[in-house]
Protein backbone atom coordinates (compact mmCIF):
# COMPACT_ATOMS: atom_id res chain seq x y z
CA UNK A 1 0.00 0.00 0.00
CA UNK A 2 1.48 3.11 -0.53
CA UNK A 3 0.02 6.16 0.64
CA UNK A 4 -0.48 10.16 -0.98
CA UNK A 5 -1.08 12.91 1.39
CA UNK A 6 -1.89 16.23 0.53
CA UNK A 7 -3.41 19.32 1.14
CA UNK A 8 -1.50 21.11 3.17
CA UNK A 9 -0.40 24.73 2.79
CA UNK A 10 0.11 28.31 4.58
CA UNK A 11 -2.92 29.89 6.54
CA UNK A 12 -3.37 31.88 8.88
CA UNK A 13 -3.96 31.08 12.85
CA UNK A 14 -7.83 30.58 13.10
CA UNK A 15 -7.69 29.08 9.44
CA UNK A 16 -9.31 26.02 8.27
CA UNK A 17 -7.25 23.39 6.09
CA UNK A 18 -8.22 19.66 4.86
CA UNK A 19 -6.17 16.76 4.05
CA UNK A 20 -6.82 13.82 2.04
CA UNK A 21 -4.58 10.78 2.09
CA UNK A 22 -5.04 8.39 -0.98
CA UNK A 23 -4.04 4.72 -0.61
CA UNK A 24 -2.89 3.25 -3.82
CA UNK A 25 -4.77 0.39 -3.84
CA UNK A 26 -8.00 -0.41 -2.04
CA UNK A 27 -6.53 -1.03 1.98
CA UNK A 28 -8.01 -3.78 4.17
CA UNK A 29 -11.53 -2.96 5.63
CA UNK A 30 -10.16 -4.25 8.62
CA UNK A 31 -7.80 -1.82 8.70
CA UNK A 32 -7.81 1.31 10.85
CA UNK A 33 -6.08 4.59 10.12
CA UNK A 34 -4.59 7.66 11.39
CA UNK A 35 -3.27 11.14 10.88
CA UNK A 36 0.08 11.89 13.16
CA UNK A 37 2.56 14.83 12.44
CA UNK A 38 5.98 16.02 13.39
CA UNK A 39 7.38 19.48 14.16
CA UNK A 40 10.84 20.81 13.90
CA UNK A 41 12.91 19.47 16.13
CA UNK A 42 10.27 17.37 17.67
CA UNK A 43 9.00 13.80 18.16
CA UNK A 44 6.05 12.37 15.39
CA UNK A 45 2.88 12.31 17.30
CA UNK A 46 -1.06 11.02 17.13
CA UNK A 47 -3.15 13.50 15.85
CA UNK A 48 -6.56 11.49 15.31
CA UNK A 49 -7.20 7.95 14.28
CA UNK A 50 -10.44 6.25 12.87
CA UNK A 51 -11.02 2.48 12.87
CA UNK A 52 -11.67 0.28 10.00
CA UNK A 53 -15.93 0.76 9.94
CA UNK A 54 -15.24 4.85 10.60
CA UNK A 55 -17.70 4.74 13.62
CA UNK A 56 -14.64 5.36 15.58
CA UNK A 57 -12.36 8.33 16.27
CA UNK A 58 -9.41 9.18 18.87
CA UNK A 59 -7.83 12.46 18.91
CA UNK A 60 -5.09 14.18 20.78
CA UNK A 61 -6.07 16.85 23.09
CA UNK A 62 -4.42 19.15 21.36
CA UNK A 63 -6.81 19.02 18.45
CA UNK A 64 -10.15 17.54 20.23
CA UNK A 65 -12.86 19.89 19.12
CA UNK A 66 -11.05 21.25 16.38
CA UNK A 67 -10.09 18.39 14.20
CA UNK A 68 -12.08 15.46 12.47
CA UNK A 69 -10.91 12.85 10.93
CA UNK A 70 -13.26 10.66 8.15
CA UNK A 71 -12.68 8.16 5.95
CA UNK A 72 -14.12 6.61 2.48
CA UNK A 73 -13.28 3.14 1.96
CA UNK A 74 -14.95 2.76 -1.19
CA UNK A 75 -12.57 5.56 -2.69
CA UNK A 76 -9.90 4.69 -0.73
CA UNK A 77 -9.59 8.14 1.19
CA UNK A 78 -9.20 9.34 4.60
CA UNK A 79 -9.46 12.87 5.40
CA UNK A 80 -8.49 15.37 8.09
CA UNK A 81 -10.68 18.36 8.30
CA UNK A 82 -8.92 21.31 10.69
CA UNK A 83 -10.04 24.17 11.88
CA UNK A 84 -9.34 27.23 14.08
CA UNK A 85 -5.99 26.49 13.18
CA UNK A 86 -2.88 27.60 15.41
CA UNK A 87 0.76 28.38 15.13
CA UNK A 88 1.12 25.35 17.58
CA UNK A 89 -0.41 22.72 14.74
CA UNK A 90 2.56 23.82 12.72
CA UNK A 91 4.12 20.66 11.15
CA UNK A 92 4.62 18.26 8.27
CA UNK A 93 1.45 15.67 8.84
CA UNK A 94 1.82 11.91 7.53
CA UNK A 95 -1.24 9.46 7.06
CA UNK A 96 -0.76 5.71 8.08
CA UNK A 97 -2.65 2.82 7.80
CA UNK A 98 -3.00 0.79 11.39
CA UNK A 99 -1.67 -2.77 11.69
CA UNK A 100 -5.35 -3.68 13.21
CA UNK A 101 -9.09 -2.75 13.08
CA UNK A 102 -8.79 -0.96 16.28
CA UNK A 103 -7.43 2.68 16.83
CA UNK A 104 -3.83 2.77 18.46
CA UNK A 105 -1.76 6.09 19.18
CA UNK A 106 1.39 4.44 19.12
CA UNK A 107 3.93 4.99 15.99
CA UNK A 108 4.72 0.76 16.29
CA UNK A 109 0.68 0.20 15.55
CA UNK A 110 1.00 1.64 11.79
CA UNK A 111 3.24 -0.48 8.92
CA UNK A 112 2.23 1.96 6.05
CA UNK A 113 2.78 6.11 5.96
CA UNK A 114 2.27 8.28 3.50
CA UNK A 115 5.41 11.15 2.55
CA UNK A 116 3.93 14.07 4.53
CA UNK A 117 2.27 17.06 3.44
CA UNK A 118 3.56 20.60 5.49
CA UNK A 119 1.24 22.56 7.27
CA UNK A 120 2.11 26.02 8.19
CA UNK A 121 -0.26 28.25 10.48
CA UNK A 122 1.17 32.00 10.98
CA UNK A 123 0.42 34.35 13.88
Known amino acids: VQLQASGGGLVQAGGSLRLSCEAS????????MGWFRQAPGKEREFVAG????????AYADSVKGRFTISRDSAKNRMYLQMNSLEPEDTAVYYC?????????????????WGQGTLVTVSS
Open 96 to 112: AVARSSSITRSLSGYNY
Open 25 to 32: RRTSTNNA
Open 50 to 57: IDWRGGST
